[in-house]
Nanobody, 122 residues
Framework: QVQLVESGGGLVQAGGSLRLSCAAFERTFSTYHMGWFRQAPGKEREFVAAISWGGGATTYADTVKGRFTISRDNAKNTVLLQMNTLKPEDTAVYYC???????????????WGQGTQVTVSS
């Protein structure tokens, strides 16, 4: 069982930045691929970004490419999501996820955090 805890969400004006952090309480963290997903009210969960277990591969949704950056520090069991030039449409609950298979589909990920709210005002 992998426990994931997100932090760093909040309220920010459009054009601003936030950095989300996901702490993993699991000694085998470095063997998992990690992803960030988000879900806005009334909408389906959607892929945001993914990073491979060693950090050598990253993938982004087209909607965030060039604005968001995913990274990980396996020594600290942490994955980060740096979000710049935020837009009101980025407003959602953001979830950190871990899984044995790399990809953009949420069923690939076995473990999920509780989520952190990001609200971007116009």
């Amino acid at each position: 069982q992998v426990q994931l805890v997100e932090s760093g969400g909040g309220l920010v004006q459009a054009g601003g930045s936030l950095r989300l952090s996901c702490a993993a309480f699991e000694r085998t963290f470095s063997t998992y691929h990690m992803g960030w997903f988000r879900q806005a009210p009334g909408k389906e969960r959607e892929f945001v970004a993914a990073i491979s277990w060693g950090g050598g591969a990253t993938t982004y949704a087209d909607t965030v490419k060039g604005r968001f950056t995913i990274s990980r520090d396996n020594a600290k069991n942490t994955v980060l999501l740096q979000m710049n030039t935020l837009k009101p449409e980025d407003t959602a609950v953001y979830y950190c996820a871990a899984g044995p298979n790399y990809g953009t589909a949420w069923p690939l990920y076995n473990y999920w955090g509780q989520g952190t709210q990001v609200t971007v005002s116009s």
